[in-house]
């Protein structure tokens, strides 16, 4: 089977750094992908990574370690903006449609 | 360079109805996914059309069908609508091969009732 989890919803302060992560186990292997989604509104693409490592792009970073079924997304110096849900998805194989978790819905307070 | 688009953006239909969305694919792409989201869940495939012809298909009754046009825009049907195919139906476009990233378009709101 296939299974994607991570935290349902996560709260923090403006200014601050938060860690989301995503556990998976899926049939096959080739890709992670985090997704942002504000309410009513299509998912965005974040990053992908395939290699373990991290890859960082501005105040967002992902993280990946494929021997542990592990990512995580860091986003620092949140903004209120970023209060949003946040999709990990992986994809199996070649092209494959993804598998998407259920999302953390991310709260950014003052 | 227009994104993926869909249209409608909302739609109301009754129980038993039969319903038709529509999506157009970012330029240069080929392939079209559809996704139905319900509130509070991820996205969950549906299926997947390249070249005018399914390639894969989840794990949805026969009562959800698609097609693609040769100029790759594709459509999703389903039949015979339940209170429980109310959710946010999101298509995503792609290049079957050399790319790896899913564009989204803003989805269809539909609810059944």
């Known amino acids: 089977g296939q299974n994607i989890d991570q935290p349902t919803e996560m709260t923090a302060t403006e200014g601050a750094i938060v860690q989301i992560n995503c556990t998976y186990q899926t049939s096959g292997f080739n890709g992670l992908f985090w997704y942002q989604q504000h309410a009513g509104e299509a998912p965005t693409f974040l990053s992908y990574n395939v290699l373990d490592g991290l890859e960082e792009k501005g105040r967002f970073s992902s993280f990946l370690s494929r021997s542990k079924g592990y990512s995580y997304l860091l986003l620092k110096e949140l903004q209120m903006k970023d209060s949003a849900s946040y999709l990990c998805a992986v994809r199996n194989s070649g092209n494959t449609p993804l598998v998407f978790g259920k999302g953390t819905r991310l709260s950014v307070i003052a | ?113």
Do not use: M
């Open chain 2, 1 to 113: 360079d227009a994104g993926v688009t869909q249209s409608p953006t909302h739609l109301i239909k009754t129980r038993g109805q039969q319903v038709t969305l529509r999506c157009s694919p970012k330029s240069g792409h080929d392939t079209v996914s559809w996704y139905q989201q319900a509130l509070g869940q991820g996205p969950q495939f549906i299926f997947q059309y390249y070249e005018e012809e399914e390639r894969q298909r989840g794990n949805f009754p026969d009562r959800f069908s698609g097609h693609q046009f040769p100029n790759y825009s594709s459509e999703l049907n389903v039949n015979a609508l339940l209170l429980g195919d109310s959710a946010l139906y999101l298509c995503a476009s792609s290049r079957p091969t050399g790319g790896y990233e899913q564009y989204f378009g803003p989805g269809t709101r539909l609810t059944v009732t």
